[in-house]
């Protein structure tokens, strides 16, 4: 009897079941993670520098080189004189002189080939190897970062959208009352009861215009922000996607000392890791420049084999025929490639940027603890913002709905229950402005800090 009911707890219990009834803050980040093909690009991009590892390491390794072609050459039958004698007449008169005759024509089969291994480059590969090494480390950084980016992107677009739609809300709450006192005051006018007047009816008008206005933005800004979250998430607009949250709420207040955030942005900052891996990588390349002023040693074989079959092969050792000839033996040898101009201007560029790097770690290091601490700073100004907005926001929503009853009571007058809905649309909105802004402080702290990669 149990056996039926698993899968369908699988079903319930999988992550697309748990997407059907809206998708939470953190599954916006995931999916975006995932997605985001700004992050597939640096991780490409770190491929890159392993291919260049890669490539330096495998230096070491067997280098071979060939050539083969096929030609065609002059065709020679006989011997080396026109008679065809041995060469005991006068050679002077004897001697053949058709080499350049093209009369009779022959293929001509030509093969050279080496196989080299490296035994010593005095330090060329291994300097370029850990200077690889270091890029990838550079490279991995990038990623962090983008990932870091687009992290912070989601909690925009996801805060940006739950504030718009708790605006909205709010306008529309505020314009069914409006439109409740224009009637009120619509059917006193028609009556002739109570002391109110046109002006009033115009007043109220007007509010009801200038809140439909901002209805209108609200309800823009909160289309784009969820467009927003579809392209992050991978969604896609022409679909739909649902959110979980109802609406903005203020997270957590960072409770950590500013000289914790502090060492931990020194620590933990992708920016830090590149600027060591980038001095690692850049003093391995000076050394690589000033190790190309060495030769390379090298051991290995070398060959070749030309055949031409419309010429006769010549046997002699002290004649060297190029189109009849094979041969193969082990090598050892140096090779030694300088340019007395180049390389030191190659090794001053070099030093120049390790000596550019330098500086900039210098500057990083002192300008990550001022963004900590502008960050931190700005947290708890935005946090203290919130909580004195939000005292704001009830007052003013009983400010509001206590003239509304006094209005329809025939006690308050149209003015000041427009002003008391205008005190409670301003304060209330920059509640909800003032948490989206509280949390995405509190987002770029984590940022700044190296919590949020």
């Known amino acids: ?113 080496t196989i080299i291994k490296p035994l010593n480059t005095f330090g060329k590969i291994e300097n370029y190897t850990a200077a690889a090494e270091g890029n990838i480390k550079v490279q991995e950084g990038e990623v962090n970062l983008q990932r870091a980016s687009v992290m912070y992107d989601v909690h925009r677009a996801y805060y940006g959208y739950l504030t718009a739609k708790d605006t909205r809300l709010l ?8 439109n409740g006192a224009i009637s009120l005051v619509q059917g006193w006018l028609e009556k002739g009861k109570g002391t109110t007047k046109q002006s009033d009816l115009f007043a109220l008008q007007t509010g009801a215009a200038v809140v439909n206005r901002y209805l209108a ?38 409770k950590r000392p500013l000289q914790d955030l502090t060492s931990d942005a020194l620590a933990k900052r992708p920016e830090m890791k590149q600027v060591e891996a980038g001095l690692a990588a850049r003093r391995s390349l000076v050394e690589a420049k000033k190790a190309e002023f060495n030769p390379n040693v090298y051991m290995g074989l070398a ?26 033996t082990p090598v050892v040898g140096v ?66 709905i ?11 007058q149209a003015d000041k229950v427009m002003g008391a809905f205008q005190g409670y649309v301003l304060a209330h909105s920059d509640y909800l402005k003032s948490v989206n802004d509280y949390n995405l402080n509190v987002v770029r702290l984590k940022q700044v800090t190296g919590e949020l990669q």
């Open 217 to 254: 933005e609200a309800d823009s800004y909160e289309k784009i922000a969820l467009d927003g979250l579809k392209v992050l998430t991978g969604t896609g607009l022409n679909k739909e996607l649902k959110i979980a949250d109802t609406g903005i709420k203020p997270v957590e207040l960072p």
């Open 303 to 328: 060959g070749g084999f030309a055949y031409t079959p419309g010429r006769n092969s010549l046997n002699n050792p002290y004649v060297y025929d190029p189109f009849n000839w094979a041969g193969l």
């Open 171 to 178: 306008l529309e709450d505020v314009r069914n009352r409006l």
């Open 402 to 412: 206590a003239s509304y009853a006094d209005f329809e009571a025939g006690l308050e």
């Open 1 to 113: 009897m149990m056996k039926p009911l698993i899968p369908l707890l699988l079903i319930a219990l999988s992550p697309t079941a748990a997407l059907a009834d809206g998708i939470d803050l953190d599954q916006a980040i995931k999916l975006a993670l995932k997605n985001d093909p700004r992050i597939r690009e640096r991780q490409a991009l770190v491929e890159a520098a392993r291919g260049l590892r890669d490539e330096a390491t495998g230096s070491e390794d067997l280098i071979y080189s060939s050539n083969f072609f096929v030609g065609v050459a002059p065709g020679v039958k006989g011997g080396m004189f026109k008679d065809g004698s041995n060469g005991n007449g006068d050679l002077n008169d004897s001697m053949r002189d058709d080499g350049y005759d093209l009369g009779n024509l022959s293929p001509w089969y030509n093969l050279q080939f």
């Open 335 to 400: 090779k030694w490639d300088w340019s007395s101009g180049a390389q030191p201007a190659k090794v001053k560029q070099a030093q120049a940027e390790l000596d550019a790097l330098v500086e900039k770690s210098t500057f990083a290091r002192q300008g990550i603890p001022f963004q900590v601490a502008e960050q931190y700073h700005m947290v708890q100004a935005s946090y203290t913002m919130v909580e004195e907005m939000a005292q704001a926001s009830r007052a003013g929503r009983r400010w509001m």
